[in-house]
């Protein structure tokens, strides 16, 4: 039997079979993927050496644990074919003896336990896209279903390919995916911007765009080694009357902080629309 099976081969999936088989978590043979599409199972097969099928159910049939990896939108549909195996297989409730692990965004446990039969044991995750080249966060949480061996085993996951925290109250979940799981599209688009200003003040796009990226990097690692506080370390590039004074001065008149409190409330709300279904 395989050690974890994948319903859904999309980026994310590959990204954590790569970081497993890097990491020497599983062997290549521990690992099965399923996926509608054809190219894709054959691109995973030819660069992970790992088995592959165009069937969710033989994924539950060959795996212990099996990771969730679809659309939200496409759940539903999915985990009523993979209960009817479980059901066809064991002659107990769906989801007996089978460890599921979602990353489906929004897609709560509970909503998880009901289309997976109440014996099943649910993890939910939230990471996010950096994990495909091995600097992921994630957030976990356990079903009341699933144990602490469970846990640890869905950290190891995840924590190949960047960071894993296990939280408690599921509810923040969905603060989490508007932060992370989201966040980076907001790094992307700061980094555009910054990029795009400064091709417009004559920098060629290359070099701006290599000196933004390099800008956020250098800030990223002195934030996160420095013990001083946030707004000391902003105080240290804003001298009285420079440059970056002016600049913060015209950020906060533009309401740069209420902008991005804005946009994170509004991928919560989503994220909570999504785990009710709504599309």
Request: proline share 3%.
């Amino acid at each position: 039997m395989k050690k974890l099976g994948f319903i859904g081969g999309g980026n994310m999936a590959e990204a954590l079979a790569h970081g497993l088989i890097q990491h020497k978590v599983f062997k290549p043979g521990e690992i099965i993927v399923s996926d509608v599409a054809p190219e894709r199972r054959r691109k995973l097969a030819r660069a992970l050496k790992i088995a592959t099928t165009a069937d969710n159910a033989e994924v539950v049939r060959e795996a212990g644990a099996v990771l969730l990896a679809v659309k939200p939108q496409t759940i539903d549909a999915v985990m009523a074919e993979l209960a009817a195996e479980l059901a066809r297989a064991s002659g107990k409730a769906a989801g007996s003896g089978k460890l599921f692990i979602s990353i489906a965004a929004g897609v709560t446990i509970a909503r998880l336990t009901r289309g997976l039969g109440k014996r099943a044991r649910v993890i939910r995750v939230m990471p996010n896209a950096p994990a495909m080249v091995g600097h992921g966060m994630a957030a976990m949480v356990r079903a009341r279903g699933a144990s602490a061996a469970d846990e640890a085993f869905a950290m190891q996951i995840f924590r190949a390919v960047g960071d894993a925290v296990a939280l408690k109250d599921e509810k923040l979940l969905d603060v989490v995916t508007a932060l992370s799981g989201s966040g980076p599209a907001y790094v992307y688009l700061f980094a555009k911007a910054m990029a795009d200003a400064a091709v417009s003040e004559g920098l060629p796009r290359e070099l701006a765009i290599r000196m933004a990226l390099k800008t956020i990097r250098g800030a990223e690692h002195l934030m996160r080694e420095s013990r001083r506080e946030v707004a000391d370390l902003i105080a240290a590039v804003a001298s009285p009357g420079g440059t970056t004074e002016a600049a913060l001065r015209r950020f906060a008149e533009h309401g740069f902080s209420d902008i991005v409190a804005a946009a994170l409330h509004a991928a919560s709300d989503r994220s909570r629309e999504l785990g009710r279904g709504i599309n």
